[in-house]
């Protein structure tokens, strides 16, 4: 019989199995939905939901923009938010949006409703989602136990590896809030592209508000956000992409 070493130790194969479930983590038992939801930050979630503010108020009352208003979307009906005008195939898929549909969508709106009008790309990193989803949830007026939420019960996304992506923008203080704003409403490069002194760039976002229409960015977001910028693409550029 072959035998195979765990942890200095040489043991039969199914004695390695079971002594693989303790020693690997998650390898006895996947994480479920409802046990990241539960452990999610809202407040991270709130940084995650800056790039869904070009298109949706989150606000009590608050009405569409380009899509609807998204007070008590967890738990609610899907295409039911009052006065936006849905897409057929959002309005074909029915149901509420439960948890593991609505980390689905957040995750890959065209896959989850092909045909959506919706073009935002998705919410790749399992954690945001969970963040995100824990922030909507906290915005209504009947908060879900997201534990035991209807769908929570299914396995969880692995976690991701590695370092987190911010295209283009150099990895520094400040970075995810950046992104996050910049990207929701265009390409994080046009920022990697340009290099100004802290105060055109707070010129630069107050142009942005009044002539395109951006939603103003309030404190402390904006002194990160300002300081990110002069600290990484001041006037000497030193993060200029190099081709």
Not at 75 to 101: C, I, K, M
Not at 138 to 161: F, I, K
Not at 220 to 236: I, R
Request: proline share 8%; hydrophobic share 40%.
């Amino acid at each position: 019989m072959r035998l195979h070493r765990i942890e200095g130790r040489l043991v039969p194969p199914i004695l390695g199995l079971v002594l693989l479930a303790l020693v690997i983590p998650g390898a006895a038992q996947a994480q479920t939905l409802g046990e990241t939801l539960a452990a999610a930050d809202p407040a991270k979630g709130e940084t995650v939901f800056a790039a869904c503010r070009a298109c949706h108020t989150i606000e009590d009352g608050g009405g569409p923009l380009i899509g609807p208003n998204l007070w008590g979307v967890v738990g609610r009906p899907v295409a039911h938010a009052e006065g936006f005008n849905y897409s057929e195939p959002l309005n074909a898929h029915g149901g509420t949006w439960q948890v593991d549909r609505l980390d689905a969508f957040l995750q890959d709106p065209q896959a989850a409703v092909p045909g959506s009008l919706m073009v935002f790309p998705g919410v790749k990193n399992p954690g945001d989602r969970a963040n995100l989803i824990a922030y909507l949830n906290q915005n209504s007026s009947s908060p879900l136990s997201l534990a035991d939420a209807p769908g929570a019960e299914v396995a969880a996304a692995a976690p991701a590896g590695g370092s987190r992506n911010y295209g283009g923008l150099v990895d520094a203080p400040g970075v995810e809030k950046t992104f996050a704003y910049c990207t929701a409403c265009h390409s994080e490069m046009i920022v990697a592209q340009q290099g100004k002194t802290r105060k055109h760039w707070a010129d630069l976002l107050e142009w942005m508000v009044e002539e395109q229409g951006m939603t103003p960015i309030g404190e402390p977001d904006m002194s990160v956000v300002l300081d990110y910028l002069a600290a990484n693409y001041g006037v000497d550029r030193p993060n200029f992409p190099q081709r």
